[in-house]
């Protein structure tokens, strides 16, 4: 079966950089994506890998190194808004074939001034 | 606006009954899927459906049932079978090449009494 693994907190200072890291078992890997949830909102779409490698949006950036099985969102300056649960989810493809989105668990991230 | 809604936002039940959740999208997505979430945990996949008229069971179907017989539509049946059925229901759509990338209603908090 498929297995992810975070850390359920993190805390960071305002307008410093933050690492979040995830590591996955799975077969059938296709990519990592991550999602932002703040408390009681839905999850939004931040990025995805596929290749290993880093990709930037903006603020953020997400690495994936598929030899590990490993890969982690990192948030540059950060902003008190960015408070909130980041969930790292795996694609990959199921026994009958269909492709599907396994979510881990999420980080709490919580920015302090 | 393009996007998916889901409602109401609050329902509440008693024991024994079974109550439908509603999830529409007009993003012309071809693949649908309900998650659950409980406090402090991750998104659990109920079902998914990548075309109409056909749907999968995602890591807990039991007690839940769905159909989809219009690609905008993809109600969730929560049945007396299930036994703990009070969480935060998430409803979410993504483009059938992009299962990666889902798109989130509001939610819907089911209390059950």
């Known amino acids: 079966g498929q297995s992810l693994e975070q850390p359920s907190e993190v805390t960071a200072v305002e307008g410093a950089i933050v690492q979040i890291n995830c590591t996955y078992q799975?077969?059938?890997?296709?990519?990592l994506s991550w999602y932002q949830q703040h408390d009681g909102g839905a999850p939004t779409f931040l990025s995805y890998?596929?290749?290993?490698g880093l990709e930037e949006t903006g603020r953020f950036s997400s690495f994936l190194s598929r030899s590990d099985s490993y890969g982690y969102l990192l948030l540059q300056e950060l902003q008190m808004k960015d408070s909130a649960s980041y969930f790292c989810?795996?694609?990959?493809?199921?026994?009958?074939?269909?492709?599907?989105?396994?979510f881990g668990t999420g980080t709490k991230l919580q920015v302090i001034p | 606006d393009g996007g998916i809604t889901q409602s109401p936002k609050y329902l509440f039940r008693k024991e024994g009954q079974n109550v439908t959740l509603s999830c529409e999208q007009n993003?012309?997505?071809?693949?649908m899927y309900w998650y659950r979430q409980d406090p402090g945990q991750g998104l659990r996949l109920i079902y998914y459906?990548?075309?109409?008229?056909?749907?999968q069971k995602g890591d807990i179907a039991e007690g839940y049932s769905v159909s989809r017989e219009k690609k905008e539509s993809f109600p969730l049946t929560v049945t007396s079978a299930q036994k703990n059925p009070t969480a935060f229901y998430l409803c979410?759509?993504?483009?059938?090449?992009?299962?990666?990338?889902?798109?989130f209603g509001p939610g819907t908090r089911l209390t059950v009494t």
């Open positions: 979410a759509s993504s483009p059938g090449d992009k299962t990666y990338e889902q798109y």
């Open positions: 799975t077969s059938g890997f296709y990519g």
């Open positions: 890998n596929a290749l290993d």
């Open positions: 989810a795996v694609r990959d493809r199921n026994s009958g074939g269909y492709q599907k989105v396994t």
């Open positions: 993003l012309n997505h071809d693949a």
């Open positions: 459906s990548q075309i109409v008229n056909d749907f």
